[in-house]
């Protein structure tokens, strides 16, 4: 591995993210990049794709290197062969996964090319209903290990998903919370009042949501909930943070229902700390989820959350979190939305406390992840 006392430079660690949407996986590792001492750890991406993304010059700043590859959807073995070539001309020591089950075969080219350590991370689980996509993750999945020297989840119900009970028990997967900056997304009057205004939605009673437009996310039971919403309350708007290939069937269906003007699609926004600050509720109706970065994120900003039970408990941090069966119907989804009593002019520093216990305040979960890597070298 790596010799501590001829180690001058930073330990380079390559973080395998996927598609860059900024939500999810790429949030979760900008987060700790951010926050890491990069004079000890620095982050080089391998990235899905070859179009610039939001955060390429953010991480050349830092000093990272960025990475385009073939995405594995379009040439799976174009893409392990460029994962190769990264690997062995940079002489790598650490390579993290964030593939989830499809992990196996970057870090096969990373045992390849003879990477010591090898890291598979499982953010995510899997539900019926996505076909194909269901049955090559419980095709993968036994495969997890197989390449991977070191195990990391964003959660028990995650860890446990992927790389099985025995492992989980016996304290051989890492958990890396989905950590994040406080400060940032705590509940601010003046940036309510001013988001508000600027989206012109003074007065209206608004959903918010971020999430992909992919099929674990929901959407179309979303607008089937606020569309029952709308019914009770006219003056009530929905917000929908993020991008993806389920988009424009989204929209199809807000047009037929009637609700466009009462819709909103922000696309890929940096300004998602503020949006939350405009939303009186949060909606997640996941059919699946490892443990939502924007849960975390909702409950900071002090957002009552209505949030399907079929996302594990561990995302209720704070007392601001209630879970509904997917099994319920979109008008008892509505009326729960409408009764959640709005928190944020009582939480704030009581909120913050409780994510901070929980382990969830990026400044004191960065250190931890410093010393997972530099409990490598030897």
């Known amino acids: 591995m ?7 430079k930073p330990i380079r660690v390559v973080q ?9 996986v790429d949030i979760m590792v900008m987060n700790y990049y951010r926050h890491i001492d990069r004079n000890k750890i620095q982050f080089d991406f391998i990235m899905d794709g070859y179009s610039k993304t ?8 830092m000093g990272g290197k960025v990475y385009k590859v073939e995405p594995y959807e379009k040439n799976i073995l174009k893409s392990m062969h460029q994962c190769y070539e990264i690997f062995k001309t940079n002489h790598y020591s650490i390579v993290h996964s964030h593939l989830n089950t499809l992990s196996v075969f970057p870090l096969f080219e990373a045992w390849r090319a003879g990477v010591p350590v090898r890291i ?77 205004k600027e989206l012109n939605i003074d007065g209206k009673f608004v959903v918010g949501h971020v ?12 607008i089937d909930i606020f569309c029952e919403i709308h019914r009770k309350r006219p003056n009530s708007v929905l917000l929908l943070i993020g991008e993806g290939p389920l988009q424009e069937q989204i929209r ?11 819709v909103r699609f922000l696309g890929l926004r ?44 561990e995302i209720a941090l704070t007392p601001l979190v209630t879970f509904l069966d997917l099994s319920h119907p979109a008008v008892v989804w509505a009326e729960k939305a409408l009764s959640c009593t709005d928190a944020l002019s009582t939480v704030g520093a009581g909120t913050d406390r409780m994510i901070k216990k929980a382990g969830f305040c990026i400044q004191d979960e960065a250190g931890k992840l410093e010393q997972f890597y530099r409990g490598f070298v030897f």
């Open 270 to 313: 940096k300004d998602v700390p503020d949006l939350y600050q405009a939303m009186d509720v949060f909606v997640l109706p996941s059919f699946y989820e490892g443990l939502p970065v924007v849960g975390v994120e909702a409950q900071a900003a002090g957002l009552p959350c209505l949030i399907s039970d079929a996302v594990t408990r």
């Open 120 to 196: 598979a991370h499982s953010h995510s689980t899997a539900a019926k209903g996505e076909g194909f996509r269901t049955m090559m993750k419980y095709m993968l999945r036994p495969l997890a290990t197989l390449f991977s020297t070191h195990y990391c989840a964003c959660s028990e119900y995650a860890g446990r998903w992927l790389f099985g009970d025995k492992l989980f028990d016996n304290g051989k997967v890492h958990l890396v919370k989905n950590a994040i900056d406080l400060d940032r997304f705590s509940f601010k009057p003046e940036v309510r009042q001013k988001i508000r």
């Open 252 to 262: 199809q269906k807000v047009s037929e229902l009637g609700l466009t003007d009462s």
């Open 54 to 61: 939001p955060i390429d010059d953010e991480i050349k700043s």
């Open 2 to 8: 790596i010799n501590a006392k001829k180690e001058e």
């Open 16 to 24: 395998i993210v996927g598609k860059v949407m900024l939500a999810g």
């Open 211 to 222: 999430g992909r437009f992919v099929y674990p996310k929901n959407h179309n039971f979303l």
